[in-house]
């Protein structure tokens, strides 16, 4: 992801997210790229339609979003996007990739499960507006 596509994200988080991440979030995000974050796109037509983030430390990696437009999930974009992030963890060398997930989401769920991620634990009303997260986790 580059700087001229954060207006196209923009636009797909806020179709997709109650509480969508604000331009600034993104510039402040793409402004740790290389050092502390990894982030990639998906695109269709020449249009951005999926994007997804990683942060990660010596030790442990987040994945920090992952997001498909509407009228293109369920082809697998998602999933292509999550496997670059764990490619790019384990070039980094993490061992532990974490990531948080509103619990009623059940989709991302599996397909994180399908990827290895387990759940580990639940943060009760993480979310602006009280809803649950299930925080998962996997190991490389
Ligand atoms: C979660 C999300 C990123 C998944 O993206 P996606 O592009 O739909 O993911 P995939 O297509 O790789 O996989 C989703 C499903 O489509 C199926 N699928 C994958 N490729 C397919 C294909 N070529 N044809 C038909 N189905 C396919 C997968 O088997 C999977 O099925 P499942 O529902 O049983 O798990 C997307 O739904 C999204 O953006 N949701 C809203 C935002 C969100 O929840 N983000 C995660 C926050 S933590």
Do not use: K
Request: a neutral charge.
């Amino acid at each position: 992801m580059r700087w001229w596509d954060v207006p196209a994200a923009r636009a797909v988080e806020q179709a997709l997210f109650p509480d969508p991440w604000a331009e600034s979030t993104f510039w402040s995000e793409l402004a740790g790229v290389p050092d502390t974050r990894f982030y990639v796109v998906a695109q269709a037509g020449g249009q951005l339609v999926g994007y997804a983030g990683l942060f990660a430390t010596r030790h442990q990696a987040d994945v920090q979003t992952l997001a498909v437009a509407p009228e293109h999930q369920g082809r697998g974009l998602g999933g292509a996007l999550l496997r670059s992030l764990l490619e790019e963890a384990a070039r980094r060398g993490v061992g532990e990739v974490l990531l948080e997930v509103r619990a009623e989401n059940e989709a991302a769920q599996r397909l994180y499960a399908r990827h290895g991620f387990e759940r580990i634990s639940i943060r009760r009303g993480y979310y602006p507006g009280g809803a649950d997260a299930v925080v998962m986790r996997r190991r490389g």
